[in-house]
């Protein structure tokens, strides 16, 4: 078994690909879906960007076949990216609208048709996306050690997990979790605000579960964040009924942007980039502007001072720190 370690690293941005291939709806993608992907991608690569991060489930499967074709007709294209996928996910079957299966012939069977899709033979990293209550770990092992052996999964990681849940699968592991994506940003600040409000009676409106990024940082498993921008809340999307908070971050964004000669989406993602956890910020936008406008989060994040750090933050929740 060769076994390849391949976690994106600090300082680095993703292209998050849940935008691409059109509808969430059973309609299926055209030829304007696939030019749209393959703008993006071009985009992402200008930006320096070189993971790009997919689901089985995105746009229902959608998304991956509109990049698999823009692979297939991109020369060398492949050779130039890493490719992320997650299974785990069943939406609207057997009467459900989602549950969840990380079972070894669904694991098994889902990158089969992740691979398919993306017109590839193997993707550089595995998430499991959510965890799967009913899950037998021996199983997710095993089927692990399947794809590395066969080639199809050069490393593994999970998404929406605490440390405790990664440690318990690490334990049946032969080979290293090698990332945990989670959702992140100045608008979702629960893995922020659960480092300070120990001790604390505000640590009980969030559950984000203590000690997940210090289990990360201590065992080499990179931090992805989706959602990242916030949806464009403090770049420009204009909200019905803002709230004070999102008005004065909105505000502190633009600021800055201006002090450090750079973009609100650099800003907003050199933010997260500053925590010492080593923070890879997923981008989901689909508009290539928007896309280039992130390429300089990583020397925001060496610039930012940590006055600019801590008053975002303190803008962003609306009151002043314990």
């Given at each position: 078994?060769?076994?390849?370690?391949?976690?994106?690293?600090a300082?680095?941005?993703?292209y998050g690909?849940?935008?691409?291939?059109?509808?969430w709806?059973?309609?299926p993608?055209?030829?304007?879906?696939?030019d749209?992907?393959?703008?993006?991608i071009?985009?992402?690569?200008?930006?320096?960007?070189?993971?790009?991060d997919?689901?089985?489930?995105?746009?229902g499967?959608?998304?991956?076949?509109?990049?698999?074709e823009?692979?297939?007709?991109?020369?060398?294209?492949?050779?130039?990216?890493?490719?992320?996928?997650?299974?785990?996910?069943?939406?609207?079957?057997?009467?459900?609208?989602?549950?969840?299966?990380?079972?070894?012939?669904?694991i098994?069977?889902?990158?089969?048709?992740?691979?398919?899709?993306?017109?590839?033979d193997?993707?550089?990293?595995?998430?499991?996306h959510?965890?799967?209550?009913?899950?037998?770990?021996?199983?997710?092992?095993?089927a692990?050690?399947?794809?590395?052996?066969?080639?199809k999964v050069?490393?593994l990681?999970?998404?929406?997990?605490?440390?405790?849940?990664?440690k318990?699968?690490?334990?049946?592991?032969?080979?290293?979790?090698?990332?945990?994506?989670?959702?992140?940003?100045l608008?979702?600040?629960?893995?922020?605000?659960?480092?300070?409000?120990?001790?604390?009676p505000?640590?009980?409106?969030?559950?984000f579960?203590?000690?997940?990024?210090?289990?990360?940082s201590?065992?080499?498993?990179?931090?992805q964040?989706?959602?990242?921008?916030?949806?464009?809340l403090y770049t420009?999307?204009?909200?019905?009924?803002p709230?004070a908070?999102?008005?004065?971050?909105?505000?502190?964004?633009?600021?800055?942007?201006?002090?450090?000669?750079?973009?609100?989406e650099?800003?907003?993602?050199?933010?997260?980039?500053?925590?010492?956890?080593?923070?890879?910020?997923?981008?989901?936008?689909?508009n290539p502007?928007?896309?280039?406008?992130?390429?300089?989060?990583?020397?925001?994040?060496e610039?930012m001072?940590?006055?600019?750090?801590?008053?975002?933050?303190?803008?962003?929740?609306?009151?002043?720190l314990?």
């Amino acid at each position: 078994m060769t076994v390849h370690n391949v976690p994106s690293s600090a300082q680095e941005l993703i292209y998050g690909c849940m935008g691409l291939g059109g509808s969430w709806s059973d309609e299926p993608h055209d030829v304007q879906h696939v030019d749209e992907a393959a703008a993006a991608i071009e985009a992402a690569l200008d930006a320096g960007i070189t993971l790009f991060d997919h689901a089985d489930i995105y746009r229902g499967g959608k998304s991956e076949a509109v990049f698999g074709e823009v692979l297939t007709s991109t020369p060398g294209l492949r050779d130039r990216i890493r490719l992320q996928t997650k299974c785990g996910i069943r939406l609207r079957e057997r009467g459900l609208a989602t549950h969840y299966d990380l079972s070894r012939e669904s694991i098994l069977e889902r990158v089969d048709g992740s691979l398919k899709r993306l017109r590839t033979d193997y993707v550089d990293v595995l998430l499991l996306h959510r965890p799967d209550p009913l899950t037998d770990l021996a199983e997710v092992a095993a089927a692990v050690g399947q794809l590395l052996a066969d080639g199809k999964v050069r490393a593994l990681g999970v998404s929406n997990m605490s440390g405790a849940q990664i440690k318990a699968l690490q334990e049946r592991l032969e080979v290293p979790v090698v990332a945990n994506q989670l959702e992140m940003s100045l608008l979702k600040r629960a893995w922020l605000e659960s480092q300070v409000l120990v001790n604390h009676p505000e640590s009980l409106d969030y559950s984000f579960p203590h000690g997940t990024l210090e289990y990360c940082s201590s065992n080499g498993v990179t931090v992805q964040a989706y959602g990242a921008l916030a949806q464009g809340l403090y770049t420009g999307a204009v909200p019905e009924n803002p709230t004070a908070a999102e008005t004065a971050a909105a505000a502190m964004v633009a600021e800055l942007a201006g002090q450090y000669g750079t973009t609100g989406e650099a800003v907003l993602l050199g933010w997260l980039m500053k925590h010492p956890a080593g923070i890879a910020p997923v981008i989901g936008t689909v508009n290539p502007a928007r896309i280039a406008a992130c390429a300089d989060a990583a020397r925001v994040a060496e610039a930012m001072t940590r006055a600019d750090w801590y008053g975002l933050w303190i803008a962003a929740r609306g009151s002043t720190l314990p």
